[in-house]
């Protein structure tokens, strides 16, 4: 007796039920497509510490037995004028600071030629593609 003198708001009332379970159902992760998170998602980005980056170069011939460090991270250097690898601790964006020179950025670490040895800029070029 009491439903029939309120049978707009019963339908009321149930209609909210079903769309809040609905939505608590269809939010939940295993109902989501896994495209959606791979688009969505940016690929990590690596961390290489000083002892990697010094390897890798050594693997081509680049030594970097020289270091200075600051408090955003390492400065490693070498015998080859004009080339420069730096370690940052923490992933900073670091742009480029000279136009002339070549400068490429990988993870946290940011290598810089300025010289004009074709040489030593393919070498460099091929360890920054092991690191990648």
């Known amino acids: 007796m009491l439903v029939e003198n309120f049978q707009v708001t019963v ?15 269809f939010s939940m ?3 989501r497509s896994p495209i959606d998170h791979t ?9 290489y510490p000083a002892w990697t980056v010094r390897r ?7 030594a970097l ?11 490693l250097s070498g015998a080859i004028s ?11 964006d ?7 020179s070549f400068e490429r950025r990988v993870g946290n670490v940011l290598v810089h030629y300025g010289g004009s040895d074709r040489s030593v800029l393919t070498r460099v070029r091929a360890t ?3 690191l990648r």
Do not use: C
């Open 128 to 130: 920054l593609a092991q």
């Open 82 to 92: 004009g080339l420069y690898v730096f370690v940052a601790r923490v992933d900073e």
């Open 94 to 100: 670091a742009g480029p600071r000279d136009g002339s």
């Open 65 to 75: 037995p020289g270091a200075r460090t600051a408090n955003s991270g390492i400065t």
């Open 11 to 25: 339908g009321v009332l149930l209609g909210v039920v079903v769309a809040v379970t609905g939505i608590y159902v």
């Open 39 to 47: 688009m969505l998602t940016a690929p990590p980005v690596r961390h």
């Open 56 to 62: 890798a170069f050594a693997k081509h011939g680049l």
């Open 29 to 31: 992760p295993m109902y």
